[in-house]
């Protein structure tokens, strides 16, 4: 509680000098990416029968965000020309947490002078914010996460405003 004071004292004074500012944004990714648009060229297109629900009953690990079970490819040979019955935004992926907090202060060097010190923390919990999984049902890697959002960043800055 005693490390919470001079942060919500810093934030309350309101001062032009001192500002702390703390966001924090968590939204889930709603998309479908299975589906793909419907060819108007006359090629087999990629969009799978949907046969249960992809984001129930599932341990959502980066290794295995979703499973292949809920999906049934179509057969070009003896499919041709049918589209799946999967919609849009079938698969819900992983969302985002982030909180960001930016500390800055200016100080007086002469009249018309000043220094600003700058302190920026980006994901500030260090939170890993997962990208979306890999969506081609040909590949040994679907369902699963490759890519992850970028890790804590630290950033100290001085800058002279005359």
């Known amino acids: 509680m005693g490390a919470a004071r001079p942060a919500r004292r810093l934030a309350?004074?309101?001062?032009?000098d001192q500002r702390l500012a703390i966001q924090r944004h968590r939204r889930p990714v709603h998309r479908n990416p299975f589906c793909s648009a419907p060819e108007i060229t006359g090629f087999y297109s990629s969009?799978?029968?949907l046969v249960?629900?992809?984001?129930?009953?599932q341990s959502h690990t980066p290794n295995q965000w979703v499973?292949?079970?809920?999906?049934?490819?179509?057969?070009?040979?003896?499919?041709a020309g049918q589209f799946g019955n999967e919609g849009r935004n079938a698969v819900r992926?992983?969302?985002?947490?982030?909180?960001?907090?930016?500390?800055?202060k200016y100080f007086k060097v002469a009249e018309s002078a000043r220094v600003?010190?700058?302190a920026e923390c980006f994901n500030l919990l260090n939170h890993p914010n997962f990208g979306l999984p890999m969506n081609d049902?040909?590949?040994?890697?679907f369902g699963?996460?490759?890519?992850a959002g970028p890790p804590r960043l630290l950033q100290l800055a001085l800058k002279f405003v005359f």
């Open 12 to 16: 309350r004074d309101g001062s032009p």
């Open 47 to 49: 969009r799978p029968d």
């Open 52 to 57: 249960s629900n992809p984001n129930v009953g």
């Open 67 to 79: 499973s292949r079970a809920p999906f049934l490819q179509l057969n070009p040979q003896t499919q």
């Open 93 to 104: 992926g992983p969302g985002i947490q982030n909180i960001d907090l930016s500390f800055f």
């Open 116 to 118: 600003q010190f700058r």
């Open 137 to 141: 049902l040909e590949s040994p890697a």
């Open 144 to 147: 699963q996460v490759l890519q």
